[in-house]
């Protein structure tokens, strides 16, 4: 397939109004940063007052429109939509920790797949121009065959991966049955400053560092993940936005990663060698915790193929850049003093 936009990403967004749900969250903040420095009009949708949240500690929530709701309430989704006139919606709410949705299944699928056909009934309703959904690297379930790509089938074992592979299907059958233009993201582990999320490994791990104790890996340290920095991961989106924007890339998923598995004890090493920490890591576990996926990582040929993009920081990079983010914002994990 021929690439069909060029870097840099993004210059579609130019003037557009952008609803993004799950803005609150660690992409959700730095892709409305990104939109907004390329002159795009953004609506946020907020269910919680989230002060830790990185739209709220840089500053970039008063440069939105702010909608008090929640993607549960369809209602709203469809007037918020048709009278801020959106043409442009970025769909990444979701119940998103693998250990909460294994606990709580109900209110996972409530909101990772109902949710998601209410922002796609909002958007078929009123016709908006481009839309782009994130489903999940997870939506694939264990496989033998590695790297993902996106012709595998859709194995899903556990309530969360279940819930982004439904999304996931849910989504592209309103491009083949009412011509949405919709795509589907099926993303590696996104990291940076920003996750307020301290069951996930990064951000627990750098609270850890920060405070000066041993991070603690809750399995043998042997799964194998993709990590992707948030700020590739932003390039990902912008550039799905300009595919859309050509009239290509409708009704299709596409993965984005570093292409690189690192182990669990790995990644933990290297963020403490960055850190400058003399720490070794806590390992408690045994095996792969349960409802999580030993080994994954994904092709992202596909993207890259039509659009160029590229993971451009590699893994010692994108942590220190993490660390830094967190020792000039510690609320974002509950921490206090200066780092």
């Known amino acids: 397939m021929a690439q069909m936009v060029n870097e840099p990403h993004g210059a579609s967004v130019a003037g557009a109004r952008v609803l993004v749900t799950g803005a609150y969250g660690l992409l959700g903040s730095w892709l409305t940063k990104a939109l907004l420095d390329r002159r795009a009009e953004v609506?946020?949708?907020?269910?919680?007052?989230?002060p830790g949240s990185a739209l709220v500690l840089e500053g970039t929530e008063p440069q939105c429109t702010v909608v008090h709701g929640d993607i549960l309430d369809a209602a709203l989704l469809e007037r918020l939509v048709g009278e801020h006139e959106v043409d442009t919606v970025i769909h990444l709410a979701a119940q998103t920790i693998v250990g909460t949705a294994n606990r709580s299944p109900r209110a996972t699928f409530e909101t990772n797949i109902r949710g998601t056909w209410n922002?796609?009934?909002?958007?078929?309703?009123?016709?908006?121009?481009?839309?782009?959904?994130?489903?999940?690297?997870?939506?694939?379930?264990?496989?033998?065959?590695?790297?993902?790509?996106?012709?595998?089938?859709?194995?899903?074992?556990?309530?969360?991966?279940?819930?982004?592979?439904?999304?996931?299907?849910?989504?592209?059958?309103?491009?083949?049955?009412?011509?949405?233009?919709v795509a589907v993201t099926r993303l590696a582990n996104i990291y940076g400053g920003g996750d307020q999320n301290r069951s996930r490994l990064i951000p627990e791990a750098v609270a850890a560092v920060l405070e000066g104790r041993a991070p603690v890996i809750r399995s043998d340290g042997s799964p194998e993940r993709d990590l992707l920095y948030v700020e590739d991961a932003v390039g990902a989106y912008l550039a799905l936005l300009d595919l859309l924007a050509t009239g290509a890339g409708a009704g299709e998923s596409f993965n984005a990663g570093s292409g690189?598995?690192?182990?669990?004890?790995?990644?933990?090493?290297?963020?403490?060698?960055?850190?400058?920490?003399?720490?070794?890591?806590?390992?408690?576990?045994?095996?792969?915790?349960?409802?999580?996926?030993?080994?994954?990582?994904?092709?992202?040929?596909?993207?890259?193929?039509?659009?160029?993009?590229?993971?451009?920081?590699?893994?010692p990079e994108g942590l220190a850049r993490t660390l830094s983010w967190y020792r000039a914002h510690p609320l974002a994990l509950g921490l206090i003093g200066a780092f």
Do not use: F, M, N
């Not at 609506?43 to 989230?50: I, T």
């Not at 908006?128 to 959904?133: A, C, G, Q």
């Not at 556990?158 to 592209?172: C, E, F, G, M, Q």
């Open 260 to 315: 690189q598995p690192r182990s669990v004890l790995e990644i933990v090493e290297e963020l403490c060698r960055v850190a400058g920490a003399e720490l070794r890591p806590d390992v408690r576990g045994e095996g792969v915790p349960e409802g999580e996926i030993d080994r994954q990582w994904v092709d992202s040929a596909r993207l890259a193929a039509v659009t160029g993009w590229r993971a451009r920081v590699d893994l």
């Open 119 to 181: 922002v796609l009934e909002a958007c078929r309703l009123h016709d908006v121009s481009r839309t782009v959904v994130a489903a999940s690297d997870k939506a694939y379930g264990p496989s033998d065959t590695l790297p993902y790509v996106e012709d595998l089938p859709l194995r899903a074992r556990h309530p969360y991966d279940v819930s982004k592979a439904a999304a996931d299907l849910i989504t592209r059958s309103y491009w083949h049955t009412y011509g949405l233009p």
């Open 43 to 50: 609506v946020v949708l907020r269910r919680d007052v989230q």
